[in-house]
């Protein structure tokens, strides 16, 4: 690995172009949530067919959906261009911070007491509100949503993919 790659993060890929002017949509990772608005005059990459990676300098984006963006890199300025970066990664740089990696909660477990006994439960779904995480358990048979709120969550361990969750017993 060179020295630019080590300081890179894979964000998506080209999917499509859009108009005639040379516009491209970026489908992000999906454990990647876009935390910058200001995105002109930075710098992404892909690689091209000889695996090297090409600088891209945006010139204008929007954020069409939240794993969604629209971009015009400077220097593609027809659709024959944008069809040649389409199905390429993108990568962007760390030190740049326009995104936060988010976790991917279904490769978590859900730890929690019941009736003074430590349970331990894989998460099966998440959905999000808008406001906060919902974790999706099967127990006993039925399907439970836990919210991700403070009454119900204690802590969250990344490292070892556990969330600890209290007053369970008010859910089931």
Do not use: H
């Not at 060179?2 to 108009?19: A, D, H, P, R, W």
């Not at 003074?116 to 949503?145: A, C, H």
């Not at 969250?156 to 008010?170: H, L, P, S, V, Y």
Request: hydrophobic content about 40%; overall charge negative; aromatic content about 10%.
């Amino acid at each position: 690995m060179n020295n630019l790659e080590s300081q890179l993060i894979l964000i998506g890929k080209i999917v499509n172009t859009f108009g005639k002017n040379g516009q491209v949509k970026l489908l992000l990772d999906d454990n990647l949530e876009l935390v910058s608005d200001d995105l002109v005059n930075k710098i992404f990459f892909y690689e091209d067919a000889n695996k090297i990676l090409q600088p891209l300098k945006i010139v204008q984006s929007t954020q069409t959906q939240q794993n969604l963006l629209q971009i015009k890199f400077e220097g593609i300025d027809n659709i024959s261009q944008a069809e040649a970066l389409k199905n390429r990664k993108v990568y962007s740089l760390r030190k740049d911070n326009l995104f936060d990696e988010v976790p991917d909660f279904t490769t978590y477990n859900l730890i929690f007491t019941l009736n003074d006994k430590e349970r331990k439960t894989p998460i099966i779904s998440v959905m999000e509100n808008g406001q906060y995480n919902l974790f999706k358990i099967k127990w006993n048979g039925k399907e439970i949503w836990v919210p991700g709120v403070e009454e119900y969550i204690e802590n969250i361990d990344t490292i070892q993919k556990n969330i600890f969750a209290k007053n369970i017993e008010r859910l089931i």
